[in-house]
Antibody, heavy 120, light 113 residues
Framework: QLQLQESGPGLVKPSETLSLTCTVS??????????WAWIRQPPGKGLEWIGS???????VYKPSLRSRVTISLEMSEKQFSLKLSSVTAADTAVYYC????????????WGQGTLVTVSS | DIVMTQSPDSLTVSLGERATINCKSS????????????LAWYQQKKGQPPNLLIY???TRESGVPDRFSGSGSGTDFTLTISSLQAEDVAVYYC?????????FGQGTKVEIK
């Protein structure tokens, strides 16, 4: 069964770049039937879609984050990554990676999430 | 962006009773070419990631109990829990995947009376 696992620093300083990796196990990352997404959730708040990427490598971003976000795919490593630059306290959140079933499609498999705190 | 608005924000229901959550989108999420509504419902229990319950507005995900059902079309959707169980205590979110950016409702917290 396919599983996702986020990894990366839990603490990032303001103005620096947040970098997370999602490792895919138990299945293929190069499927033409799926997109791979990043979603975040500030403590005690709702869900915010950040962006997603297809196996061919074309990412789609939330417009309000586009200037700061990069999502990339490393197929040989069965990983996809998120970079968010110039972070502030408002970027403190649990970050989830997820698989989208098709495009369009719902997010049917999620990682457990990783809390990233932005603080000096 | 398509704005998703859920009501109510919270809901307290007795065990065995029906729980109904509404979700309204700021524009239609019905794809006329496929006649499918691009609307999903998720359940998020405390400390866990969201779990997909319903997609295409009314298709139950594999393994989801049949007390969960989804209905609606266009801009107005409903998630119904026909007989609330203790394990259904959670926050429920609707999401549109008709357009990017994908957007979620603000969530509805369901508790036991």
């Amino acid at each position: 069964q396919l599983q996702l696992q986020e990894s990366g620093p839990g603490l990032v300083k303001p103005s620096e770049t947040l970098s997370l990796t999602c490792t895919v196990s138990g299945g293929s990352i190069s499927s033409s039937s799926h997109y791979w997404a990043w979603i975040r959730q500030p403590p005690g708040k709702g869900l915010e879609w950040i962006g997603s990427i297809y196996y061919s490598g074309r990412p789609v971003y939330k417009p309000s984050l586009r200037s700061r976000v990069t999502i990339s795919l490393e197929m040989s490593e069965k990983q996809f990554s998120l970079k968010l630059s110039s972070v502030t306290a408002a970027d403190t959140a649990v970050y989830y990676c997820a698989r989208d079933r098709g495009s369009p499609g719902p997010s049917d498999i999620w990682g457990q999430g990783t809390l990233v705190t932005v603080s000096s | 962006d398509i704005v998703m608005t859920q009501s109510p924000d919270s809901l307290t229901v007795s065990l065995g009773e029906r729980a109904t959550i509404n979700c309204k989108s700021s524009q239609s999420v019905l794809d006329s070419s496929s006649n499918k509504n691009h609307l999903a419902w998720y359940q998020q229990k405390k400390g866990q990631p969201p779990n997909l319950l319903i997609y295409w507005a009314s298709t139950r995900e594999s393994g989801v109990p049949d007390r969960f059902s989804g209905s609606g079309s266009g801009t107005d959707f409903t998630l119904t829990i026909s007989s609330l169980q203790a394990e259904d205590v959670a926050v429920y979110y609707c999401q549109q995947y008709y357009d990017t950016p994908r957007t979620f409702g603000q969530g509805t917290k369901v508790e036991i009376k």
